[in-house]
């Protein structure tokens, strides 16, 4: 047996003619975490390295924390650990060190080679702890294996392509760890060699955009992962389902799989949060870059050890989609049966109440029952009504028949409704509101009828479309008497920036369409709406001898429309130097961008987006402006442009003094005959690895102005260069 010096003696030696390995390792024990749902560190991200905790002197394993620990005496479980690609290079212990991708490497082993690069990520993507001990022992013909002979056989493995690339005659622990060192290396010397994709896990959900209902199958929800199979739970518990109905494993979900959510049977308005997980880790195969010193900076010529990163065989990696149902309701609108008014004569007769359902199940049987009070006291009249019908779509309206005999001259009568599944006494929604006008009718104190309280509700043909589409008004009236001379007109009012700037003045009137008034359901003639923002509908109808004026008030959310570009995904903007980018012909063009503070004066170009990137200009002196964003000037949405910092030969581009920009400085982009003046609000700057957030492309909101190039420049050791980051600038408009 050795004794413990011995052996800490043979871990900081090389086998024969190789140089001496820097620094001893502690040993310590290994707990696997799983780590919590929040994002996971990236390029350019800092990550705290923790002492050597698991492994034999000489070849243990360094614990890393996403987050420096609040008492460096007590580091408790490491969120993921990290083995050692710089042999002859001292380890760093207790201190921050950098993340970043393998052409971040500060060393200058072998590990530069990428083809090296690919057989240590094939190392470490099929040895401990990336799968757990009794998977790795049984992988590699050593069940049983222990914890620190699997490390050393690791550790052994990845400086054999890092700093030898050849088989030295190490010194082993136990026959256990060189037989696993040989099933390490003859694996990765037969493979074409692993990418940091390969290790490293995904898993996301999109759920639907718009408000389901209840009573359905509500979805989809689509999962994308890079995992053979994925996790899905739901808060509060829900059955899970395929499109047809059928409950699915939520155990085994795989990559584009659409679920749904079974609501087969549920009348109540709720939410819902769905949350799918995978096991592994986004920042497998990450390497860190070490400073010798706490707050120092690591480079080529002082650093201390580097090290590649690797999560437990039991992380897992979490993304959720929230979902909102909405449940049954009705509005009522009560008219005399005679001759569609809201005065009934003092003799009585008969008045309908045409209830508008939403959110029904079609094929479901239906109960509407309604009774009559009296609006000054809300006492009850005893007159009723009731229709059991079965609808075939969740919205639609339906009349209930109330009897109205002699006896309430004088008075004004207000239908109350209730809805409920037939045979079930639970009310489903009602209608009992005593001041609405809708649900009321008044009878006369003498037969000579006076003018009739016209009610007139409307709709706007579209909540939301494109530029240049046509919209027109939905207009739905009661109450009125025809053939006495009222007319009827609908105005669209418009464009605004928000729905609070609305004002249905002269000014702002985009066009007046004339309609006939008539009971019942009148669409308008149409209005064209060219540009961004939001348009507002006011319908009228004039008064006449039998009918009182009508219309309602400007800003109605039923009357509502917003005009705005179609949403879009965050694309990947590149824009470090010249990519084979096209200038999109044929389309409208944003002629100039200036910064005069900067001193920036660029072309600009329409440009598009293919397989997910922005087509920057491969002219590096022009920038881009998506065409998928607003238009300069619009009132709603984002302006989107990005150019090049410079070109492959680090001669300058259009945005080489971005980072410069500062906020309150002035932006202006002249587009046709339109010129308009921005000022910067803020610049940030994020890490490339990641797309930009979907922020920055939003086409709905109040207008902005975003500015996109790189920056975090780094050279590597071939005198090349690239950027780590994207800067962004956003600016509002100042006119």
């Avoid at 029952?369 to 009296?374: D, K, P, S």
């Avoid at 610049?683 to 902005?704: D, I, M, N």
Wanted: proline letters at 6%.
């Amino acid at each position: 047996m050795r004794t413990t010096t011995q052996k800490q003696r043979t871990r900081r030696t090389w086998p024969a003619a190789v140089a001496a390995v820097a620094g001893a390792l502690v040993a310590g024990a290994l707990a696997v975490p799983v780590p919590a749902a929040t994002a996971e560190p990236g390029p350019g991200d800092q990550v705290y390295v923790g002492p050597s905790m698991q492994g034999y002197s000489g070849t243990a394993i360094h614990g890393v924390y996403a987050e420096p620990p609040a008492d460096p005496g007590n580091l408790g479980t490491p969120d993921y650990w990290a083995y050692c690609i710089e042999h002859d290079i001292s380890a760093g212990s207790h201190i921050t060190g950098g993340l970043g991708e393998a052409a971040d490497f500060l060393g200058n082993n072998h590990f530069t080679d990428p083809a090296i690069q690919g057989k240590v990520l094939w190392v470490l993507a099929h040895s401990y702890p990336a799968l757990s001990l009794a998977d790795f022992g049984a992988a590699a013909g050593v069940p049983g294996i222990s914890a620190d002979d699997a490390i050393e056989a690791t550790q052994y493995a990845i400086w054999r392509y890092t700093d030898l690339t050849f088989d030295a005659p190490w010194v082993w622990e136990t026959q256990d760890s060189q037989d696993a060192y040989w099933y390490l290396v003859n694996g990765a010397n037969a493979s074409g060699g692993l990418t940091p994709a390969d290790l490293r896990a995904t898993a996301e959900i999109a759920g639907p955009a718009a408000v389901q209902q209840a009573d359905s199958l509500v979805g989809p929800f689509t999962v994308s992962t890079s995992q053979p199979t994925a996790q899905v739970s739901v808060a509060p518990a829900l059955t899970v389902t395929d499109a047809s109905g059928t409950p699915v494993d939520t155990a085994a979900v795989v990559d584009g799989q659409q679920l749904y959510l079974d609501l087969r049977g549920t009348l109540s308005a709720g939410s819902a949060t769905v949350t799918v997980t995978a096991t592994g880790s986004g920042a497998n195969g990450s390497i860190i870059s070490v400073p010798k010193q706490p707050g120092g900076t690591a480079t080529p010529g002082d650093h201390a050890q580097s090290m590649i990163l690797i999560a437990p065989s039991t992380a897992t990696v979490t993304d959720s989609a929230a979902v909102a149902w909405v449940a049954p309701s009705i509005g009522t609108s009560l008219v005399d049966a005679a001759d569609g008014d809201r005065v009934l004569p003092a003799a009585g007769g008969t008045v309908i109440d045409a209830v508008a359902y939403q959110n029904l199940t079609p094929g479901t049987s239906y109960t509407i029952t309604g009774e009559l009070v009296r609006k000054s006291d809300g006492s009850a009249t005893g007159i009723t009504g009731s229709v059991t019908f079965t609808p075939t779509a969740a919205q639609g309206s339906i009349d209930v028949h109330f009897t109205v005999p002699a006896g309430y001259a004088g008075q004004q009568l207000v239908a109350f409704e209730e809805l409920a599944v037939t045979g079930s006494a639970t009310v489903l929604a009602e209608h009992k509101d005593i001041d609405d006008a809708a649900q009321t009718v008044s009878v006369t104190a003498d037969s000579t009828p006076g003018p009739a309280a016209v009610s007139l509700t409307t709709e706007t043909s579209k909540a939301t479309v494109k530029p240049g589409a046509e919209v027109f008004d939905t207009v739905t009236i009661s109450g009125f008497v025809p053939g006495h001379g009222a007319t009827g007109s609908a105005t669209l009012y418009g464009p605004f920036a928000t729905r609070d700037e609305m004002a249905c003045t002269p000014q702002h009137a985009v066009g007046t369409v004339s309609f006939a008034p008539a009971n019942g359901v009148i669409r308008t003639p149409s209005v064209k709406v060219a540009r961004t923002g939001y348009y507002t509908w006011v319908a009228a109808t004039t008064a006449d001898s039998r009918n009182a004026a009508a219309t309602h008030a400007c800003g109605l959310a039923s009357e509502t429309t917003l005009v705005r570009k179609p949403s879009y995904r965050a694309p990947v903007v590149a824009t470090g130097f010249s990519s084979p980018g096209a200038d999109v012909a044929g389309r409208r063009k944003a002629t100039r961008l200036s910064i005069p503070s900067l001193g920036v004066n660029a072309r600009t170009t329409m440009v598009g987006i293919k397989k997910g990137a922005v087509q920057v200009p491969g002219q590096v002196a022009r920038t881009g402006q998506l065409r998928k964003s607003a238009a300069a000037g619009d009132l709603i949405g984002t302006t989107v442009i990005a150019g090049h910092v410079s070109d492959r030969h680090d001669r300058p581009g259009a945005f080489w003094k971005l980072t410069r920009v500062r906020p309150g400085q002035v932006v202006t982009v002249r587009e046709g005959n339109r010129t308009v003046r921005y000022q910067v609000d803020s610049v940030e700057r994020f890490s490339r690895a990641k797309r930009l957030p979907q922020r920055f492309f939003s086409t709905v909101g109040e207008h902005r102005l975003v500015l996109i190039s790189c920056a975090g420049r780094v050279t590597t050791a071939g005198g090349g260069f690239h950027y780590r980051q994207n800067v962004v600038v956003t600016a509002t408009p100042l006119d």
